[in-house]
């Protein structure tokens, strides 16, 4: 196995610089010095709030211009930590930067309770107008604001409130241990959740079994432990809500992002509607294995042959620029910047951090981390992060820095349009019929993980926080029998609901990230409906959606997408995505 190569090793027209963040050592420290002292400047204005508009303008600018340079400073740490995780240096400087985003932070806790006691006349005075997203936030709230003593009593309360995630995640990343199994050569080998998924992807029957069938046994042995955990995260969600006068915690959850309850059970429903598409996958998957039915363990194993083609980096990004093309000129200029000015951090090296991401700040440019190693997924990669970034640009160079930073509800949006768009291409221009398998299994594989997966998780997520809210207590029994239901009628006939899947709720840590999963599903809908438009509509389309890009977070998610053209209120984005679904599977049956 060829060696990684260390970081010096890596020719620098392939690293980024973050000097366009933070030039030097020197600078780094300044810029420390400079967040303390604008910090102890803005801490004068506690208390005074009341004092006029004009008072309010001249602080919140204030605000911004701290949060801004600290957001810089402290990206800067992180990103500079990633590029090695070995070097001390960089652990010590990103130790500095928190202990000073803490601080900035503890020092600006008085703003919102102060800005939720002042007239809204004066908030929404004309002086005031380029923060009228951010006051009209906190007034929105107003009525789930409490006292400043009781806000105090809750945020002193989260430490302890966080105690089912904590017990779950030290249980489930330290304490639970699977033992061995034989892999495909009859080696002892440990079973890990890192190698969980590889081990399900085995063309070894046996060896899915066996990794499966550990597992989940193994969960099983503690399903009273992880149902306390997880009815505790339920509970405590429970206990906010109802403290802040929302009658749910899937209302006071959605909330945050003004989304209605509706947004929620149309996806549920919609999706329940067209879980037939999904059992005719699951039939197909079956035939591609020449089975009549499958096991839950056979539902990660590829269909057809991985496509073994590499790519360098610069085909990869000359194949996502052609497929970006229909986004218009300037989208290709920035794609071509970014691609060249060394936003990009592009191959592996030794102790830097795994796995991909775009980042940067409001001050800087986008950034992106890679480990690129030439695969399609690869490109698929650069094209996802690609869009993270453009979205990030648009919105940084369209928006105040207050109204700059859009929510994890349409954050994957711009990523998936780009992957979906660059899957179109491909399909476009590829006659190999073995790769074009390949490419469609890929799209429906991301389907049924992003959009019936998720949903899945969403409906099993909502109805066991309903019973609570509801006063009707559930067993680790009830948790169990409700999660197998639920998973034998999305996965239907063509697959075997054994009972160990009844156990999978049991390891999942979305269900301690409050109502979180649901945002994987409309994002990737939402994606499929505007490329659909863009396919129908052109330039019109695109044009609508750049919109959207500008917009960043100067809106509340919904109405940010309506720019776009997708309402997710209506089924209309469900059916484009099914559509597409359909007419891919279509494509991929006739190819068996």
């Given amino acids: ?98 202990q000073l985003m803490v601080k900035t932070e503890t020092i600006a806790s008085f703003l919102e309770p102060e800005l939720v006691a002042i007239d809204e006349n004066i908030l929404f005075d004309d002086q005031l107008k380029e923060y009228k997203k951010f006051l009209e936030e906190i007034v929105r709230k107003k009525e789930h604001t409490l006292s400043e003593k009781e806000e105090r009593i809750l945020a002193m309360s989260q430490e302890a409130t966080s105690a089912p995630n904590d017990i779950f995640s030290m249980f489930n990343n330290a304490d639970i241990k699977f033992g061995e199994i034989e892999d495909e050569e009859g080696n002892k080998v440990e079973l890990t959740k890192g190698r969980y998924i590889p081990f399900m992807e085995s063309k070894v029957r046996a060896v899915r079994k066996q990794a499966y069938e550990t597992l989940y046994k193994e969960f099983g042995k503690y399903k009273n432990t992880l149902a306390a955990a997880y009815t505790s995260q339920i509970k405590s969600l429970k206990f906010y809500a109802k403290a802040r006068n929302y009658e749910s915690s899937l209302q006071a959850s959605l909330d945050q992002d003004n989304i209605k309850e509706e947004v929620l059970d149309n996806l549920i429903e919609s999706i329940n509607d067209y879980l037939p598409l999904l059992h005719r996958y699951v039939k197909v998957r079956a035939k591609a294995l020449g089975m009549e039915k499958i096991s839950m363990y056979d539902i990660y194993v590829p269909i057809v042959d991985q496509d073994t ?155 066991t926080n309903q019973s609570f809210n509801n006063d009707i207590p559930l067993s680790s029994d009830d948790l169990c029998s409700m999660y197998k239901e639920i998973n034998s009628r999305y996965y239907g006939e063509a697959c075997e609901s054994d009972e160990l899947i009844s156990y999978e709720w049991s390891r999942i840590p979305h269900f301690y990230m409050n109502f979180y999963v649901y945002k994987y599903a409309t994002g990737f809908l939402s994606a499929v409906a505007i490329v659909d438009a863009i396919e129908k509509q052109g330039e019109k389309a695109v044009d609508r959606y750049k919109e959207f890009l500008k917009s960043g977070g100067s809106d509340y998610p919904m109405e940010l997408l309506k720019k776009a053209g997708v309402d997710l209120t209506d089924r209309q984005p469900i059916m484009a995505g099914m559509k597409m679904f359909e007419e891919i599977l279509d494509e991929f049956e006739n190819m068996l």
């Fill in 1 to 98: 196995m060829e060696k990684l190569k260390k970081r010096s090793e890596i020719d620098s027209r392939f690293q980024w610089d973050l000097s366009d963040m933070i030039k030097n050592e020197e600078q780094f420290l300044s810029t420390i010095k400079q967040v303390e002292s604008l910090a102890e400047e803005f801490s004068n204005y506690s208390g005074t709030l009341n004092q006029g508009a004009g008072r309010i303008r001249d602080c919140l600018d204030l605000y911004a211009k701290t949060m801004s340079i600290m957001e810089n400073l402290v990206v800067y740490s992180l990103m500079k930590s990633d590029e090695d995780n070995a070097l001390s240096k960089s652990q010590v400087d990103v130790g500095k930067t928190q």
């Fill in 309 to 463: 083609e590499k790519y360098t980096y610069e085909q990869g990004c000359e194949l996502v620029k052609d497929g970006l093309k229909v986004l218009g000129n300037d989208y290709q200029e920035l794609l071509e910047k970014a691609m060249t000015s060394k936003w990009i951090d592009v191959y592996e090296n030794e102790g830097k951090t795994s796995g991909a991401y775009s980042w940067g700040t409001y001050l800087s440019h986008p950034y992106i981390l890679l480990n690129y190693s030439g695969t399609l997924d690869s490109v698929y990669t650069l094209a996802h992060e690609l869009g993270h970034s453009m979205h990030s640009y648009y919105s940084n160079h369209n928006q105040s820095y207050i109204n700059s930073h859009y929510k994890i509800f349409v954050a994957e949006v711009a990523s998936t349009v780009n992957e979906i768009l660059l899957l179109k291409h491909m399909l476009a221009i590829t006659t190999d019929s073995k790769k074009r398998a390949f490419l469609l299994n890929h799209f429906l594989e991301s389907f049924r993980g992003t959009v019936f997966r998720q949903t899945m998780f969403a409906e099993y997520e909502r109805d």
